[in-house]
Structure formats: structure tokens, C-alpha cells
């Protein structure tokens, strides 16, 4: 049975830092795509950072801002969120696959940021970054 449980979100100023975790059980880091996915009120779900055995993916929202990692021995994945920015105010949520889940385009093949590649689900947490 596989449990996401997330820790970490909070309130920060524009421009701050914060990194928030995910504690998995269940499943197996380098043989799940993990991934961090947000939400703002009243919009769909999207992705954000990605990780599987390839090289990790990002939107392009937050490429060069955010992090994702895995720690297979505290069984846990992070998302470093640098230069906050407003407009990162969500919902996060962290999530898995029940396998390796990519998305190829023009030959090249990235960690998926689909939500339908993704079977679970964490709880949420919010983080809001004010001005």
C-alpha cells in the first residue's frame, strides 16, 4: 500500500526560500516517478517537478527556481522552491506512479508532469508567499 504523506508548507515573503517534503511508503525510488504537483483555487492541477531515472523535469514556471530530490534512505523526496515568487501561492501536492511514467516529444523523453501518469496522492500543503 503505498502512503505519500507530505510536511513543510508554510507562509514566506516574495523572494524566500522553502522546501517541502514527502515521506513514501510503498514504493520503490528509481523504480516510481515521483513528482510535485500544485493547485490554485479554482484551476487544474499542474505539474511542476518531476523524477524518475532520467534526469528530473520542470515547468517552465519554475525551472532554474526549484528543486527536486529523492533521499532513498529516509524513503523521502524534497522540492526546494528558491525565488518565490506570488505567483508559486498553491496547493502542493506530492505524487507517484506505479512505475517509470515519461513524456517523449521530438525524440527526447523527460519524467512525465501529467497528472493522469500519477495513481498517488499526498494529502496537500499549502504554501502562500506575500509581498
Known amino acids: 500500500q503505498v502512503q505519500l504523506v507530505e510536511s513543510g508548507g508554510g507562509s514566506v515573503q516574495v523572494g524566500e526560500s522553502l522546501k517541502i517534503s514527502c515521506e513514501a511508503s510503498?514504493?520503490?525510488?528509481?523504480?516510481?516517478?515521483v513528482a510535485w504537483f500544485r493547485q490554485l483555487p479554482g484551476k487544474e492541477r499542474e505539474g511542476v517537478a518531476s523524477i524518475g531515472k532520467r534526469d528530473p523535469n520542470y515547468a517552465d514556471s519554475v525551472k532554474g527556481r526549484f528543486t527536486i530530490s529523492q533521499d532513498y534512505a529516509k524513503r523521502t523526496f524534497y522540492l526546494q522552491m528558491n525565488a518565490l515568487k506570488t505567483e508559486d501561492t498553491a496547493l502542493y501536492y506530492c505524487?507517484?506512479?506505479?512505475?517509470?511514467?515519461?513524456?517523449?516529444?521530438?525524440?527526447?523523453?523527460?519524467?512525465?508532469?501529467?497528472?493522469?501518469?500519477?495513481?498517488?496522492w499526498g494529502q496537500g500543503t499549502q504554501v502562500t508567499v506575500s509581498s
Open positions: 510503498g514504493i520503490i525510488f528509481g523504480m516510481n516517478s
Open positions: 505524487a507517484a506512479a506505479g512505475g517509470i511514467r515519461t513524456t517523449c516529444r521530438r525524440g527526447a523523453c523527460f519524467p512525465s508532469l501529467k497528472e493522469s501518469d500519477f495513481d498517488y
